[in-house]
């Protein structure tokens, strides 16, 4: 959890002020992650140092896609969530996009329209803008996929 900590003080830093509001993530919802098979952390001499979900299809909030249409729609796809580490790590991102694709080269993810910095990662590596998802919460999010 501090990791995530670490990774919203990231975005409040760069004045991305909405997302990961109101204790999200909590502790039940990695809890959750975790326990379904679909959290990881990625170790640095031992050190945790960056987490994230990588969740298979389908991701009930993508079942809808406004202003745009995914790049593959009939294959299946995992979807990444919840990536945080810590500032003085460097790579992560990257890295863990290369691991995930890995074990399947269809992924989708999603991201705040105001996480820059998230946007600018999403697109180095590859993937495409489709248009935009809602959350559960009614939050709008921009979404990306790198078809398989």
């Given at each position: 959890?501090?990791?995530?900590?670490?990774?919203?003080?990231?975005?409040?830093?760069?004045?991305?002020?909405?997302?990961?509001?109101?204790?999200?993530?909590?502790?039940?919802?990695?809890?959750?992650?975790?326990?379904?098979?679909?959290?990881?952390?990625?170790?640095?001499?031992?050190?945790?140092?960056?987490?994230?979900?990588?969740?298979?299809?389908?991701?009930?909030?993508?079942?809808?896609?406004?202003?745009?249409?995914?790049?593959?729609?009939?294959?299946?796809?995992?979807?990444?969530?919840?990536?945080?580490?810590?500032?003085?790590?460097h790579g992560i991102f990257?890295?863990?996009?290369?691991?995930?694709?890995?074990?399947?080269?269809?992924?989708?993810?999603?991201?705040?329209?105001?996480?820059?910095?998230?946007?600018?990662?999403?697109?180095?590596?590859?993937?495409?803008?489709?248009?935009?998802?809602?959350?559960?919460?009614?939050?709008?999010?921009?979404?990306?996929?790198?078809?398989?």
């Amino acid at each position: 959890m501090s990791v995530l900590e670490a990774a919203k003080g990231i975005m409040r830093s760069s004045g991305n002020l909405k997302q990961w509001t109101g204790g999200y993530p909590s502790t039940d919802i990695i809890l959750k992650d975790i326990r379904q098979g679909n959290g990881y952390v990625v170790e640095d001499d031992g050190r945790i140092v960056a987490y994230f979900a990588f969740i298979a299809s389908p991701e009930p909030t993508y079942a809808r896609i406004y202003e745009g249409e995914w790049l593959e729609d009939t294959l299946p796809y995992h979807v990444i969530h919840r990536i945080g580490s810590y500032p003085e790590v460097h790579g992560i991102f990257s890295d863990l996009i290369d691991w995930c694709m890995s074990r399947d080269a269809s992924l989708r993810i999603d991201t705040h329209r105001d996480n820059l910095i998230m946007q600018h990662n999403i697109i180095k590596k590859g993937f495409r803008y489709c248009g935009i998802i809602y959350l559960e919460s009614g939050d709008e999010r921009l979404a990306y996929q790198i078809p398989g």
